[in-house]
């Protein structure tokens, strides 16, 4: 099992950053993928950004490219989310996820099997 709990989430105003935060507990040797997605009301869940376990390999929705950062320190078990240039429709519940697979696109290709969700942590942009 393993265990993921987000922060770091809060009200923004538009244009503004905010970063976010997954500590992850337990069978952390196989939290290989780690990442985000978000989930505004009344929509599905979407991708966000993903990033293996060296962190030599990311991916992002286009959406996000070129203002959005993910990384992770291993030695903490955490993988971050630097949010710039918020939007006011990227208001959304933000859930990390970790997973076994070492391929980052078939974690994303495959989102209602990934291994393990957090909680989530709401984002607001206020315009």
């Known amino acids: 099992q393993v265990q993921l709990v987000e922060s770091g989430g809060g009200l923004v105003q538009v244009g503004g950053s905010l970063s976010l935060s997954c500590a992850a507990s337990?069978?952390?040797?196989?939290?290989?993928?780690m990442g985000w997605f978000r989930q505004a009301p009344g929509t599905e869940r979407e991708f966000v950004a993903v990033?293996?376990?060296?962190?030599?390999?990311?991916r992002y929705a286009d959406s996000v490219k070129g203002r959005f950062i993910i990384s992770r320190d291993n030695a903490k078990n955490t993988v971050l989310l630097q949010m710039n240039n918020l939007k006011p429709e990227e208001t959304a519940v933000y859930y990390c996820?970790?997973?076994?697979?070492?391929?980052?696109?078939?974690?994303?290709?495959?989102?209602?099997?990934?291994?393990?969700w957090g909680q989530g942590t709401q984002v607001t942009v206020s315009s």
């Open positions: 996820l970790s997973d076994r697979a070492r391929d980052i696109n078939i974690v994303v290709s495959r989102p209602k099997t990934i291994d393990y």
């Open positions: 337990g069978r952390t040797s196989t939290t290989n993928t």
């Open positions: 990033i293996n376990w060296s962190g030599g390999r990311t």
